[in-house]
């Protein structure tokens, strides 16, 4: 019709209609991205699971135990029975660190006053230490976020008593007493890395004296049959099971941090913070990250750290010695994860350090046995070996190696004794020198 004209289009609907396109778009790439990120972290997560990782931190929890076979019933009750202020901790690791006794009479008599008053412990604790098995009950149905582990505190003020026992009883001539507290203390780390976790592996290598089981051994008079029964029970303590175990409960207890996030649990908000200091974003940021808009950026973070993980169980199954490039490694990238990738940061790290407590218990370990040989040596000939090899040529004894080399522990006459050295941490050879090697004088 002449003088008709076409309708106008509304801005605002176009404007509408390009904006809902751009949404849906945005809300396809999402979900795409999701979808890829989803099935690329199953991937990661199916070689943990094969790798030994537990699926859930419910499946973490050991199966219990009998009551009359359980050390940690005992230890509980050794536990009340400590009589220990703060300022007697210092007092033992004074006494430990030093080379009691001699010129610090104060000291020494400090610290017999200390195990006069906690005798109905150290009874307890032995009698704990001789049960086969150790189950303390933790709370394992709870999200591994507020987990906890009370015994630890307990456990390394029981093995300093046990430690400082073994000496004051070899410095009074009481041999059996002595050794009997050694073997505690082992015992004791043996069953404080029972419980599937990381931080076990602190306490147990911080437990680890040289002195104690060196002042024991050098004051007893002991025969050859019972070196030998004690080098077999020394033999039972296994280390190295518990930590590949620990390693994998470790894996599933970061991971359970990014289910908690899931579920935007309290209790994780409170982990993670305060943020690092230098992350600019700031405490907006954390809200965000938490908000179903971070689901991306979560599952990003936990594909890296999915493969750090792996690399982890790999590792736990090699000595300290062959991993330790690898452990560098590792933690090279533990300083380099992203300050944006805030339950990485706030779960992951040390598993060197931790790799070295292993190794160290284990050193201490069999540097007992092959000084337990050497006594064994001298009680049937008269006099200590000039060399490990003559020893190694001596019926009934398999020398165990020093873990942080791979060899012989270091070993030489000194005297009417005997020094027995380790490479220690630093994996060289120097001689045995006792500022740099892990060094053990018996000067008889």
Same mark, same amino acid.
């Given at each position: =019709? ?34 890829? !990120? ?12 094969? *790798?030994?990782?537990? #699926? ?81 009950? !933790? ?23 046990? *430690?400082? /026992? ?12 002595? !050794? ?72 599933? =207890? ?15 908000? /409170? ?5 690092? /200091? ?20 979560? %599952? ?11 690399? =982890? ?47 160290? =218990? ?9 000084? !337990? ?25 398999? %020398? ?27 994996? #060289? ?16």
């Amino acid at each position: =019709m002449a003088g008709s004209r076409a309708p106008r289009s509304n801005p605002l609907l176009f404007a509408g209609k390009i904006g809902l396109i751009v949404l849906l778009a945005v809300v396809v790439v999402y979900l795409v991205l999701l979808s890829e !990120l989803r099935s690329s972290l199953q991937w990661h997560l199916n070689r943990l699971y094969a *790798a030994g990782v537990p #699926r859930t931190w419910a499946e973490v929890a050991p199966p219990p135990i009998p009551d009359k076979d359980n050390a940690a019933i005992r230890y509980q009750r050794a536990f009340h029975e400590l009589r220990v202020a703060p300022g007697d901790l210092a007092t033992l690791d004074s006494f430990l660190d030093d080379k009691p006794p001699g010129s610090r009479v104060t000291l020494f008599e400090q610290t017999r006053r200390i195990l006069i008053h906690n005798q109905a412990a150290l009874s307890l604790v032995k009698q704990g230490a001789a049960a086969p098995e150790c189950r303390f009950p !933790l709370h394992w149905e709870q999200s591994p976020v507020v987990v906890v582990f009370p015994q630890f505190g307990p456990l390394r003020t029981c093995a300093k008593l046990l *430690a400082v /026992d073994a000496i004051v009883a070899a410095h009074e001539g009481d041999s059996d007493q002595a !050794l009997k507290s050694c073997l505690a203390q082992f015992r004791l780390a043996q069953h404080s890395v029972s419980d599937p976790c990381f931080f076990s592996f602190k306490l147990s290598g911080v437990g680890a004296r040289r002195v104690p089981f060196t002042r024991a051994l050098e004051r007893a008079h002991i025969d050859a049959k019972t070196c030998a029964r004690l080098y077999v029970e020394l033999q039972r303590l296994d280390f190295q099971t518990p930590f590949i175990r620990a390693t994998a409960t470790e894996g599933s =207890m970061i991971l359970g941090h990014f289910d908690a996030a899931e579920r935007n649990e309290p209790a994780l908000r /409170d982990e993670i913070e305060p943020l690092p /200091d230098d992350f600019r974003l700031g405490h907006a940021f954390l809200g965000l990250y938490l908000s179903p808009l971070g689901k991306p950026l979560r %599952l990003k973070e936990e594909i890296a750290c999915a493969a750090m993980i792996e690399r =982890m169980v790999e590792l736990a199954r090699q000595p300290y010695r062959e991993a330790a490039p690898a452990y560098a490694a590792l933690d090279d990238m533990t300083d380099s994860i992203p300050r944006y990738h805030l339950i990485t940061l706030a779960t992951f790290g040390y598993h060197g350090k931790l790799a070295i407590y292993r190794d160290r =218990m284990i050193t201490f370990r069999n540097a007992m046995q092959v000084a !337990l040989a050497l006594k064994a040596y001298r009680a049937q000939r008269g006099a200590y070996p000039d060399s490990l090899s003559a020893l190694r040529a001596y019926p009934g004894w398999k %020398l165990p190696e020093d873990p942080f080399s791979g060899k012989d522990f270091g070993y030489r006459r000194q005297g009417s004794g005997f020094v027995l050295y380790s490479w220690g941490e630093d994996l #060289r050879d120097d001689g045995g020198k006792p500022d740099r090697d892990v060094v053990w004088e018996f000067e008889r």
